[in-house]
């Protein structure tokens, strides 16, 4: 790794770290980067320190390979662990000797289907050696981790994890204690079938039980008492029911996020009784959390931008609000810490007045130093960033829609080829920051339009709400309602627009030239959705929760497309496939062959109805890849037949 200690003062440091991130060279429009350079997986994520500070884990990709490497914070690598066999998604530590890596692989054997079970290995730092948890249990459980906690027994550290015992026809959720040399787990404690999770303490005794019914949508947290459980909060809600996100500042509370009176609140209730000790209003946005090594919240919060966090900690507080000082412009995000919160590290990106495709930054708050750990995209410069900005618009009945907008370097803003790209969900969102895909788009010389989209998260409960029942109505008008707006202002030319979206997205992407004609001169659907009432039957026997009527997922889809389930025939005027003889524009199908989200059958289904309407359709499939685009290969293979098709139908010059 190349790792660029700045050791002459913080305020020196901070004016040399602008430097190296590009600064004012939007100027210059130097050559766009190469389609590979943006479709390439991050060189270094997951970054983590150790917790005292001397130590990095992270996940490097190179040269198609992907590997953990453990290093010290002066560069000599300690290990390094090849992982691309699987699908990586975490790093962490375990024990000053011990790194945990989470991966999700397919598994086809325990579930209807194929699914992507969670897994962890730990690594012995000073041996090199390496031991899958759970691979031997003094029970019969899944080899899958679904929540795990560090931990103490004898004075050694071990691990303590969560997962299904399969014994005497039942699936139980218990927790093990798990060997960090040797992966073995031993049964700690046993759950209840409604069990859904825990908060244990560092000897791993469990603090708290969290059960839920899904038919109910009841939700009820315990403790423990004696041999038995004794409740403190209960909640009934079909959808919208309480999050846990961890124990309180001291230690005796658990932090728990409800929707009251319409607004997103953060309530400590005492573990003791249940009693309310604090309330607290959230961020609408607030969907991430930051903890401390035995599970205290820590803050609370959203986005890089400080004022939509909720800090517990003060060293954290102050941190984020002194890097943001020294990185302005960008979005920051803490992605580790050590145990005394004098050393963190911290995620910058940018796409404003300051381009940055991905740092990593050491902030060392006692030698008031900053150091770069790496970059997400070393083969993108700050100066090669498109310029992005939020805007907002009117949608036709009045709502107002916030959006980002990026537009290509070196280009007037006046009758630009525009890109519409929604997000998946739908029940998601957009932010201000470098985004790999939008920025690849934008550097062939296309303006890209990042609407959110009503249903959007994030946002406020009514805008949010607005998006109800409105799948494939004014959710997607409110995509060409961005259109007209952008050219009205003479910005894009309206004879020049194609979409391009993945998941949710895709199902846009479809809808465009289907449902919301005479917009688009082509579109792209990436792992869309066209039939409506074929997925919800492949969720309802995927899920394998029995009527749909007791389907959480089902009620979710029916709650957006503001349908009855897999029966109600009126979402047929919905779904693209079943309106294909109306698409007035030629559309690219993408999907990869092991989705675990929107069945790769959702593509061949709407380029069947395409090709019997006579419409042109291209369909690639993407051998081996998951809904996530988690694949090197078949990440370049999806962007370069994305830019392709949209110079082929929508040329930018």
């Not at 662990?81 to 975490?90: E, K, T």
């Not at 080829?417 to 934008?442: E, K, T």
């Not at 890209?448 to 004014?474: C, H, I, M, T």
């Not at 690639?620 to 998951?626: M, R, S, T, V, Y």
Request: hydrophobic share 40%.
């Amino acid at each position: 790794m190349n790792f660029s200690a700045f050791r002459s003062g913080l305020a020196a440091a901070f004016s040399m770290v602008v430097l190296l991130a590009g600064g004012a060279a939007h100027a210059q429009h130097p050559p766009a980067p190469s389609i590979a350079a943006y479709a390439a997986l991050p060189a270094i994520s997951r970054v983590s320190l150790s917790d005292d500070g001397s130590t990095l884990a992270y996940l490097r990709r190179q040269g198609g390979a992907s590997e953990v490497i453990v290093q010290t914070v002066n560069g000599e690598v300690l290990a390094a662990i090849d992982v691309s066999d699987r699908r990586p998604v975490g790093v962490s530590w375990a024990s000053p000797d011990h790194v945990l890596i989470r991966s999700l692989v397919f598994e086809s054997q325990l579930t209807i289907g194929e699914s992507l079970l969670p897994q962890l290995d730990i690594v012995n730092v000073r041996t090199k050696r390496v031991a899958r948890a759970l691979r031997s249990a003094d029970r019969a459980v899944v080899n899958a981790v679904y929540d795990y906690w560090r931990g103490e027994r004898g004075g050694r550290p071990v691990l303590y994890v969560q997962a299904m015992t399969t014994e005497r026809n039942a699936w139980t959720p218990d927790i093990y204690r798990i060997d960090l040399d040797t992966g073995r787990g031993v049964l700690s404690s046993s759950g209840l079938r409604d069990t859904r999770g825990y908060l244990l303490g560092a000897d791993g005794e469990v603090k708290l039980r969290i059960a839920s019914d899904p038919e109910t949508g009841r939700i009820r947290l315990s403790v423990p008492q004696g041999s038995g459980w004794r409740e403190i909060y209960r909640r009934t809600d079909l959808l919208d029911g309480p999050n846990v996100w961890g124990f309180g500042p001291l230690g005796d509370t658990v932090m728990v996020s409800a929707l009251e009176d319409g607004e997103n609140v953060l309530l400590e209730l005492g573990l003791a009784d249940g009693s309310r000790r604090r309330r607290t209003d959230l961020p609408a946005a607030a969907d991430q959390a930051i903890y401390d090594r035995t599970g205290r919240l820590l803050a609370i919060g959203a986005g890089g931008d400080s004022s939509q966090w909720v800090f517990f900690e003060p060293k954290l507080e102050a941190a984020f609000d002194l890097m943001h000082r020294g990185l302005p412009a960008r979005q920051l995000t803490v992605v580790s810490y050590n145990s005394d919160y004098t050393k963190f590290v911290f995620y910058s990106e940018g796409a404003g007045e300051v381009g940055d495709a991905g740092t990593y930054y050491i902030y060392d708050a006692a030698a008031r130093s900053v150091s770069v750990v790496g970059r997400a995209y070393p083969d993108i410069r700050g100066d090669q960033i498109a310029f992005q900005q939020a805007i907002r618009y009117s949608a036709s009945d009045g709502l107002e829609i916030p959006a980002y907008l990026t537009l290509p370097p070196g280009k007037d803003a006046r009758g630009l080829p525009l890109i519409v790209f929604p997000h998946g969900g739908p029940q998601s969102r957009d932010y201000l920051g470098f985004d790999w895909w939008a920025q690849a788009m934008a550097a062939r010389g296309y303006a890209v339009l990042q609407p959110n989209f009503r249903g959007s998260d994030g946002l406020g409960q009514a805008f949010l709400e607005a998006g109800y029942g409105e799948w494939g109505r004014k959710m997607q008008t409110d995509l060409s309602d961005g259109v007209r707006f952008l050219a009205g202002r003479g910005i894009i030319d309206p004879e020049k627009v194609c979409i391009v979206g993945a998941s949710y997205g895709g199902y846009a992407a479809l809808a465009g030239p289907t449902l919301d004609p005479g917009v688009y001169r082509c579109a792209v659907s990436v792992a869309g959705v066209s039939d409506l009432r074929a997925m919800l039957t492949s969720e309802t026997r995927l899920s394998g929760s029995g009527a749909e009527s007791r389907n959480p997922i089902i009620r979710y889809w029916n709650r957006f497309m503001g349908g009855a389930g897999s029966g109600d025939r009126t979402l047929d005027e919905r779904s693209p496939a079943r309106q294909a003889d109306r698409v007035d524009a030629p559309i690219l199908l993408i999907h990869g062959r092991r989705d675990t989200v929107v069945p790769y059958e959702q593509s061949t289904i709407m380029a069947d109805a395409l090709r019997r309407a006579g419409k042109p359709v291209e369909l690639i499939a993407l051998d081996g890849e998951d809904h996530s685009l988690s694949q090197a290969e078949t990440r370049l293979q999806m962007l370069e037949a994305t830019i392709r098709f949209l110079e082929e139908n929508n040329p930018p010059n």
